[in-house]
């Protein structure tokens, strides 16, 4: 069974540009969640769907960063424009149940921030 | 503030020692759980506990979810440099899962 999908593994970018990142999740996971995880911390919770709804995104710094999983399957993270504290890495996972169980994670994706 | 709070923070022994890692919370969790992460990869997920009182063991480690749910421990028998990793405990909060800061052991040979 093949695993949660990120890309790319590494960016760096200026900051004030903008950045993409793209997860595809473990077929049949009807939850998918991004994370964000700063250097010597841990994963910090920034939005979370059930199918291509909105269940939580209460974290997530709307100003700059948004997200979405047009027909509840990939999901696209957007930061517009970089900050230098955005840089970290940005993990995606996927779960089968919403809030219970077990979370799939990605490899991730790094952000550098310069 | 943390919503769970992990200690110590960093952790280093030599191999065959014990440990014990700890979770905290002033909240009640529906469950929990340890995941394990290794640089440069995600989070995996070791155990997950949802009774009150509850111990897991997997080989070398031990689990326990405190009465109140409120807190976790995870203990290793006699580490071995292949333990080393970032420790995360993990709480389901209004259905999604929050994670604490880890506590990031580093097993010497």
């Known amino acids: 069974e093949a695993g949660v999908a990120q890309s790319p593994r590494y960016k760096i970018i200026e900051k004030r540009q903008s950045v993409a990142f793209w997860c595809n999740p473990i077929s049949g996971h009807a939850t998918l969640y991004w994370y964000q995880q700063i250097l010597g911390q841990g994963p910090k919770l920034l939005i979370q769907?059930?199918?291509?709804?909105?269940?939580?995104d209460s974290q997530l710094p709307k100003d700059r960063f948004s997200a979405e999983r047009l027909k509840g399957v990939d999901s696209t993270l957007k930061i517009q424009p970089a900050k230098l504290e955005d840089s970290a890495v940005y993990l995606c996972?996927?779960?089968?149940?919403?809030?219970?169980?077990?979370?799939?994670f990605g490899e991730g994706s790094r952000l550098t921030v310069l | 503030t943390q919503l769970l709070e992990q200690s110590p923070q960093f952790l280093s022994i030599q191999e065959g020692e014990n440990l014990t890692v700890y979770c905290n919370s002033s909240?009640?969790?529906?469950?929990l759980q340890w995941y394990r992460q290794e640089p440069g990869e995600g989070p995996v997920l070791l155990v997950t506990?949802?009774?009150?009182?509850e111990v897991k063991k997997l080989k070398r480690l031990t689990f326990q979810f405190g009465d109140a749910r409120k807190d976790s421990s995870l203990h290793i028998t006699a580490a071995q440099p292949g333990d080393t990793g970032l420790y995360l405990c993990a709480g389901e909060w209004n259905n999604d899962m929050r994670f604490g800061a880890g506590t990031r052991l580093t097993v010497k040979p």
């Open positions: 996972a996927s779960s089968l149940y919403l809030g219970t169980g077990e979370l799939f």
């Open positions: 506990v949802v009774t009150g009182g």
């Open positions: 769907f059930q199918n291509n709804g909105v269940v939580d």
């Open positions: 909240s009640v969790f529906s469950s």
